[in-house]
């Protein structure tokens, strides 16, 4: 199927007239005869139908139960799947405003329709959310924490980063973000990176340990933060600082407690303080997987994220040896089983894990990379099903709380879409054969 089918389908359900008018105004559209995959978790519906009126969803189920009003435009997608729009929690934006533009249009493309920019966003950045926002260039709907926070000598190193000394400077940081308009703050609060035992910075001759802020300014963050409606997030490495952030008010984590083995007790604890983990799987494996798995390199679809200039350094010979001969590839490696064993034992318990790919780190592409986290959470343990709901309710909870407006094809929830070709909850590969994407009621490939 290059493209879903328009066709004229009639019916007189006024009982559904009723239905669209109460959920929003506009004109309608009926996805009518796909697979349905809401995005909770719960197993697909077959033959379904979708019914979009302005921008938002007024209606989805089974055939049967949707009827379609007279006056909507019909998509025939007999044989296709649709799935939510996929929410991205981790993400480093770059390029200045051309390149932005360009990984916001990218990340749309690729069925990226919410992202979150962890701490990397300085004045220019701010100034393409901001329009990204005002609906005046194509983007993902977008979250911003501006610029984050780490120690003076902390990771990592250079960019925007800011650096508080003292209590005082910390809460006067978070002020000035609050008047930007950030969505929340961020900080790195690890003195390593996925699990790398030396690093060389300017203020690091590779053999000092790396500073990580400190307990009492990463509490003055959190609590000015809170004092202004923001929530914080936190990179971590180790499990003593998700306990000290957590007794502080932090709830949500990119990347995984790794350092060592969790056990039991400290999944029972992440459960009972309602914690969420984006584990950004993605970024931890890629110093080796590429090398490994070399025919990934010629997708279509990395090309299309990439371009053949990046793809032409990553395929060269030179590039090859040194991610397969990585002096610190056993430790990473080690480093990794840990973060899927975490993954799997937070899902397991019941604890949320969510999408957060950390694309534009390292060898983590926009719009691709959202995918490869897709399938790296299916190789830790999750089922696909269970994949694709971090990647769009568990990640909408994350970012709105209990009854967020978008992250689930339901009555009353935004009209961020999907529809592919091929089965996800089959093989969560088949996320990539993506035919349309809607984003808040409108196909993204219709003229303006």
Known sequence: MKHARCAAFVSGASALLALAAAGSEGPATAIVGAALIDGTGAPPVEDSVVLVRGDVVVAAGPRADVPVPEDATVIDAAGAFVMPGLIDLHNHYGGGREGFERLLALQLEFGVTTARSLGADGAENMAVIADAKAGRIPAPRLYTAGAGFSHPRGMPPGGVIQRPTTVDEARKMVRDLAAADVDLIKMWVDDTLDGRLEWTFDWNDGRAPIPKISPEIRTALVREAARHGLPAVAHIYNEEDVRQLAAVGVRHFVHTARAAPVDAEFVRWAKRQALSFAPALAKAQDSWFMAERPEVLDDPSLLRAWGQQRIDRMKAPGTQAGMLVHPQGAQLRTVYGRMQRFTRQMQDAGVTV??????????VPFGWGTHHELELLVEAGLTPLQAI????????????????????????????????????????????????????????????
């Open 389 to 448: 709901a971090a990647g769009t309710s568990n990640a909408a909870r994350v970012l709105e709380g209990d009854d967020p407006p978008f992250g689930a094809i339901a009555r009353g929830k935004a009209a961020d879409l999907v529809l592919l070709s091929r089965d996800p909850s089959a093989d969560i590969g088949n996320s990539r054969s993506i035919e349309r994407v809607m984003q808040a009621g409108r196909w993204l490939d219709a003229p303006d």
């Open 354 to 363: 969510a999408l957060g790919s950390d694309s534009g780190a390292g060898n």
